[in-house]
């Protein structure tokens, strides 16, 4: 009968480090035994010499999963697979916050090692999922489930981008956009998220395809499972590489907007000034003092001069109007 919890003086003492029977879906304590799933949550130096104990840990491995700076990537030791996956933390929220988790698998004892130095929100998702399994759960198992649910933040986050985008897009021409430079934050800031998101992607799968790579050689199921992950991830790459284009071609529409706008103001400008132009030079020749100007002493001068102005100026308006310059 599996030792209950309670009674195993290390786990009793630890909340960071729990395991789960994969035959029987339910928790026990930590022993030597196949087909378990550990995980670990920011172990303190004594947990990892009794955890050792139990799973062998190759120090570069342990190493990398304790920095918390490391970028995902997969290497093949000799006391087990290693694969780090970083993934987004608030895919909803557009942010550029990670998390990661690292896997140790033991093919031979069909055991996997979760280790993380914070909490995962996927993760014990994927905990609580197994608990209502009917049982026989293998370790592929475990690794699809958390592989795919941490790939879905990455989609969480390409359907946002997009909404995102296409509220930009209505933004670039509406009239009422009518600061520039809010508009240009908004678009560079979203750019900066996605190329943070792109390149995490970008590492995922290039991990993921080499840890379905050398599986295959292992289980082919195993494999199957894996390649299905890299997949997606390649999907996710793709479509944060047409995101990636979509804001570029924005901004250049943006401008082309901006500059189209402008040109109109430009053209109104100039052409009530080219109205205003024989306005001006009648009045001044009028305004000129010369002692002989017959205009200015008859009675009808002042309507003469009302009339020149608006003829004049509605011939212009007319004219430009009947050529659709105005």
Known sequence: MTPAISKH?????????????????????????NRIWVDVENPSPSDLEELQKYLKLNHLALEDALETGQWSRFEVYPEHLFLVFRTLAEPEDLTDRTERISVFWYPELETVLTFRNEPVTYLESVWKEIDHRAGNVTAIDVLYAVLDRGTDTFFTF??????????????????LTVRSSEFLADVFALKHVMIHARRLASG???????????????????????????????????????????????????????????????????????????????????????????ELEQPWGYALAWGSFITAGALFAAYFKWRKWW
């Open 9 to 33: 003086p290390f786990l009793a003492v630890n909340a960071g480090i729990r395991v789960k029977c994969l035959e029987q879906c339910s928790d026990m304590a930590l022993t030597r035994s």
């Open 204 to 294: 995922a799968r290039e991990s993921v395809a080499q840890f379905s790579r050398h599986a295959n050689g292992i289980n082919n199921a195993s494999a199957m499972y894996l390649r299905d992950v890299s997949d997606h991830l390649t999907r996710i790459y793709d479509g944060l590489d047409s995101a990636r284009d979509t804001l570029g071609s924005l901004l250049d529409v943006h401008l082309s907007v901006q500059s189209n706008r402008m040109n109109e103001v430009m053209k109104t400008l100039t052409t009530v000034s080219t109205i205003f132009l024989p306005l001006t030079f009648l009045a001044g020749v009028w305004g000129m003092n010369f002692k002989v100007m017959p």
């Open 158 to 175: 390409l359907d946002e981008l997009e909404s995102n985008t296409d509220e930009l897009e209505e933004r670039a021409f509406s009239p």
